[in-house]
């Protein structure tokens, strides 16, 4: 099945640690997302890839790093910098309009 | 950036009962789209609008593109119990290629 593929489902974080959350896609889409949610709030968009190696920053960028090597990946680095790191993390995958979402990564900090 | 209002925030209704909740925007787009999110899973396309005016049914669900094209609504028909979930709005540009704003949610439950 076509689809985007987000692992692992949970995910917990030490004190000054990486983590590095998955992505992948088997739908061709040239363009990729993340995206952070937090307890009744919408999206916030952390970072996008509109094609293979280029990146942009979203509105939250800042504490996070993302790599796009390869069309179907799009992984994303939540780094020791981002003190408030516990959320609900989606990505999506779009070719215009609309995006497709996957199932998402919860963190937690231990 | 660009922000999107969306309401209600919360709604808590009969099974049966009919349901709208809207968008409104201060900027102008060229998309609409309204998702739904069952809890701890990714949020699943409903309805996709891409003309001012166009109304879309599927199902029981209704949705309009506003005519300043600056506003959708989403009216659900005879709720049943798996209609609870989280509701987002999404709006976008053609310039933006898929980059999309969202709404903060109407989150809807139905009491049998």
């Known amino acids: 099945d076509g689809g985007i593929t987000q692992s692992p489902k949970y995910l917990f974080r030490k004190e000054g640690q990486n983590v590095t959350l998955s992505c992948e896609q088997n739908l061709n889409h040239d363009a990729m997302y993340w995206y952070r949610q937090d307890p009744g709030q919408g999206l916030r968009l952390i970072y996008y890839s509109q094609i293979v190696n280029d990146f942009q920053k979203g509105d939250i960028a800042e504490g996070y790093s993302v790599s796009r090597e390869k069309k179907e990946s799009f992984p994303l680095t939540v780094t020791s910098a981002q003190k408030n790191p516990t959320a609900f993390y989606l990505c999506?995958?779009?070719?215009?309009?609309?995006?497709?979402f996957g199932d998402g990564t919860r963190l937690s900090i231990l | 950036g660009q922000q999107l209002n969306q309401s209600p925030q919360s709604m808590f209704i009969q099974e049966g009962e009919d349901v709208s909740m809207n968008c409104t925007s201060s900027?102008?787009?060229?998309?609409w789209l309204w998702y739904k999110q069952d809890p701890g899973e990714g949020p699943v396309l409903l309805i996709a609008l891409y003309k001012a005016g166009e109304l879309t049914s599927n199902g029981r669900l209704t949705a309009q593109f506003g005519i300043t094209r600056k506003d959708s609504f989403l009216n659900i028909s005879a709720s049943i119990p798996s209609d609870v979930g989280i509701y987002f709005c999404?709006?976008?540009?053609?310039?933006?290629?898929?980059?999309?704003?969202f709404g903060d949610g109407t989150t809807l439950t139905v009491k049998p």
């Open positions: 900027s102008i787009f060229n998309t």
């Open positions: 999404a709006s976008g540009r053609n310039t933006n290629a898929g980059k999309s704003t």
């Open positions: 999506a995958s779009s070719e215009g309009q609309p995006q497709h």
